[in-house]
């Protein structure tokens, strides 16, 4: 059965209308980014974020119609704010502190801390480090979670292998797919991984948030964050929104010394994150035939360039052909390789982060001491 058209889909959102305008969505022209990928249906329905609880019943009506259509396999709608997050993008200096300004920050009362794994530019293994850096975590002994925040380029599904989808649970929350002790929330899950789709800021608060907000993430030490690559105007106004305990830069070596991390720096001061410290990433190329270490981008640079900007060194993972199949392949090597010399990397990289992290953020509370 094919799935529905674009035509038929608008014509069941019309049947759901708005409760402050008294007219139906469709003509109201609050449906947009309309997307139909095989059988699964996603949408985004603006609204004025002052009405956003309000709008929840609404957003769930909306889906529900959808769901009901013929060859329809699932259906993400997202509730979208139409002009705030721009503004707030633009001047985050003026916008309220953090805390009064993030609807986001009561939306996971579970998860002691939210840590942002984030980079300058695309490609620096970003996906990678957040990935390995989750399981290392875990290996250290705290409950883990990883959302991949890179709507662009969702690639987590594929890092970790995961071929099932989220699944619904009886109260309409989404339990999160569970992979390498990871529990796992990835767009990628909705959406092919090879679609082009076109996010504005807005759309992709509003998808993370309820990434957040409705997926059951239970009780978690760590909420890994896959940020998108760079540091735009989305990634700024995400950094604002989501409460993060803290923001972890991945960099090569080259752009340490670049303006790239600079800039990665500068946008989480900009929004009063604390920045945690700068991995570096393809640091040393090691022979796989001759064991010999060639420091491609020149070794140890990155420390002193790390001091330089006033961020802390966590740590080096090493330019391996074995950190790339693995990462490709499904099946990272901190967790397909626990006793060799990347995962313990990694590991020294998740103690550097977890000593970072204050201790009340680590346990998620402040600890009760009985003497
Ligand atoms: P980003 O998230 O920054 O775009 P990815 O994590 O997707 O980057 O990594 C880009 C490519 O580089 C992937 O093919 C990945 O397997 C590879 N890669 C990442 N880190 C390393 C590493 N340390 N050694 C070798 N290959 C790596």
Redesign the pocket.
């Known amino acids: 059965m094919a799935a529905p058209s674009q035509d038929q889909i608008l014509d069941a959102l019309r049947k759901i209308v708005d409760p402050v305008s008294g007219k139906d969505i469709v003509t109201n022209g609050q449906v947009s980014g309309l997307v139909v990928k095989d059988r699964n249906i996603g949408f985004a329905i603006e609204i004025d974020p002052a009405d956003a609880e309000r709008m929840e019943p609404l957003r769930r009506a909306a889906e529900r119609e959808v769901r009901e259509l013929d060859g329809v396999s699932s259906v993400s709608a997202v509730l979208t704010a139409h002009n705030t997050a721009p503004q707030a993008a633009q001047d985050p200096q003026k916008s309220a502190p953090r805390g009064q300004a993030a609807p986001a920050a009561n939306l996971l009362p579970g998860v002691g801390a939210i840590v942002a794994v984030a ?1 300058g530019k ?9 990935v390995n850096l989750a399981i290392a975590l875990s290996q250290l002994g705290q409950r883990v979670g990883i959302l991949d925040a ?1 709507v662009y ?1 969702p ?1 987590l599904p594929r ?1 970790l292998g995961i071929t099932e989808k989220p699944k619904a649970l009886p109260d309409e929350r989404i339990a999160p797919v569970e992979a390498y002790g990871l529990k796992v929330m990835s767009m990628g899950f909705m959406v092919a991984e090879d679609t082009a789709m076109i996010w504005r800021g807005p759309m992709v608060m509003g998808a993370l948030e309820q990434m957040m907000r409705e997926v059951d993430w239970g009780e978690l030490d760590v909420l890994v964050v ?1 940020m998108p ?1 760079g540091t735009g105007d989305a990634q700024l106004t995400m950094a604002q929104r989501v409460p993060l305990a803290g923001a972890v830069i ?1 960099s090569t070596p080259q752009d340490i010394a670049l303006i790239d991390a600079r800039k990665g720096l500068n946008m989480f001061e900009k929004v009063n994150v604390p920045v945690l410290g700068i991995i570096e ?2 640091s040393t190329f090691i022979c796989p035939k001759c064991g010999e270490r060639t420091d491609i981008f020149g070794h140890g640079g990155a420390r002193a360039e790390a001091e330089k900007l006033g961020a802390e060194f966590l740590g080096e ?5 074995a ?3 693995t ?2 392949s499904g099946q990272p090597i901190t967790a397909s390789e626990p006793d060799g010399p990347h995962a313990a990397a990694y590991r020294a990289a998740a103690e550097a982060v977890l000593g970072k992290l204050s201790p009340d953020a680590r346990t998620g509370g402040p600890r009760i001491v009985m003497e």
Do not use: C, E, W
């Open positions: 980079s695309g490609g620096v293994g970003k996906s990678t480090t957040a890179d380029g690639s890092m896959d690559p991945v990433n393809m993972i090493p330019l391996d052909m950190i790339r199949v990462s490709d």
